[in-house]
């Protein structure tokens, strides 16, 4: 699947050089480092962020949610109002839609993420579909537009981080207003005091900083929807918008790391390769392995996700045939029958690179430590 437009110009990409401003954006967003996979649920301070604009400084006692539009009657909830609502945890895996884009050549300019965008929480809140039956929205709504209370300026637009959904997903089982993250309040960064959560979708549509929700009759154009997040190859083409997470599988580094370049270092014995594996789309129904950069495969042992919309572990033991360098690769399929590809797919924006992951060791005759 070809896919695409980044955060910068339409077509702007980059050599494997990385530019001031990229390093700007990496110092202030940060990945979860690959040997975290092996929590079951990822750390608050492990978890990955991604920031467009600044992360507003927001009083909770002030602090409203407002529902308007295409509503029969308007509402104005504070965050205490929300809490006396049902409330639901549910643990939920989030993915950057630019998770892999700084692995793509040319390289899309934006954050240039690896591999490490990703990570699984216990979220709590409340259900958005009560809330929306509540404000009445109209037969005539066609979209939802969730409005954080961040401000920036991308593309050369002034604006508030929008996103929209169509109603029908705004009113199925699973968009959550959450309030709490592994059972501590949701930290500044990670949308304070009330962010929304669309498990199954890219990160982008789970917006933070949560101000306002408007049912609206009209498709939503702004600049998040429409020119962010949609898969173009050609700066002309209208693209398609990003939406689930296709499927991915990452393995955590064996062994112990070179420091500089993180080459894996092995000693020549048994040893147990295992990661995560996840899906927008559906559960990971396989996960396979190989130690041959991709030319042979072998099927891990899986273990069904603890939730919908959790990662999954899988496991692999794996006996080294001699000392040497090997290049390790994972990759997952779904419930639907996708599966990652071994080549790159690539899009003017970077999104959704679910190219299998590839591990290089070097297994020798020394002691892992």
Request: proline content about 9%; hydrophobic content about 35%; aromatic content about 8%.
């Amino acid at each position: 699947m070809q896919r695409s437009t980044g955060t910068v110009p339409a077509g702007t990409t980059a050599s494997d050089q990385i530019s001031r401003e990229e390093l700007q954006l990496a110092t202030r967003n940060h990945g979860m480092p690959l040997e975290a996979l092996r929590f079951s649920v990822t750390p608050l301070g492990l978890h990955y962020v991604l920031i467009h604009y600044d992360i507003p400084v927001v009083d909770p006692a002030a602090w409203r949610l407002e529902v308007d539009g295409s509503v029969d009657r308007e509402l104005s909830l504070s965050l205490d109002d929300l809490r006396r609502r049902p409330t639901v945890t549910r643990t939920v895996v989030m993915e950057c839609a630019g998770n892999g884009r700084a692995r793509l050549s040319p390289r899309p300019i934006s954050q240039p993420w690896l591999l490490e965008a990703v990570g699984n929480a216990v979220w709590t809140g409340t259900p958005l579909r009560p809330l929306l039956e509540e404000a009445g929205i109209s037969d005539r709504a066609v979209e939802v537009v969730f409005t954080g209370l961040d401000r920036g300026v991308e593309g050369g637009i002034e604006q508030r981080y929008q996103r929209s959904l169509p109603v029908e997903e705004a009113l199925g089982d699973d968009p959550l207003l959450a309030w709490a993250m592994n059972g501590e309040p949701i930290a500044p960064q990670h949308g304070y005091p009330l962010r929304l959560l669309v498990p199954g979708w890219y990160g982008m549509a789970s917006v933070k900083w949560l101000g306002r929700i408007t049912a609206v009759h009209l498709p939503f154009d702004g600049y998040q929807n429409v020119m962010a997040y949609r898969y173009r190859q050609d700066p002309g083409e209208v693209g398609e918008p990003v939406s689930r997470i296709v499927p991915r599988s990452l393995m955590a580094p064996p062994g112990i790391p070179d420091f500089l370049s993180r080459r894996r270092l092995l000693p020549m014995e048994p040893c147990r390769l295992e990661g995560r594996a996840w899906s927008g789309w559906g559960p990971v129904t396989l996960v396979e392995v190989s130690s041959d950069g991709g030319r042979g495969w072998t099927a891990a042992e899986l273990e069904p996700p603890d939730a919908p919309y959790s990662w999954q572990h899988w496991s692999l033991e794996w006996t080294p045939p001699a000392p040497g360098d090997y290049e390790l690769c994972c990759r997952a399929t779904d419930a639907t029958g996708r599966t990652q590809p071994t080549d790159p797919q690539w899009n003017l924006g970077g999104y959704a690179d679910n190219q299998v992951q590839r591990v290089e060791v070097t297994v020798g005759e020394g002691e892992s430590g």
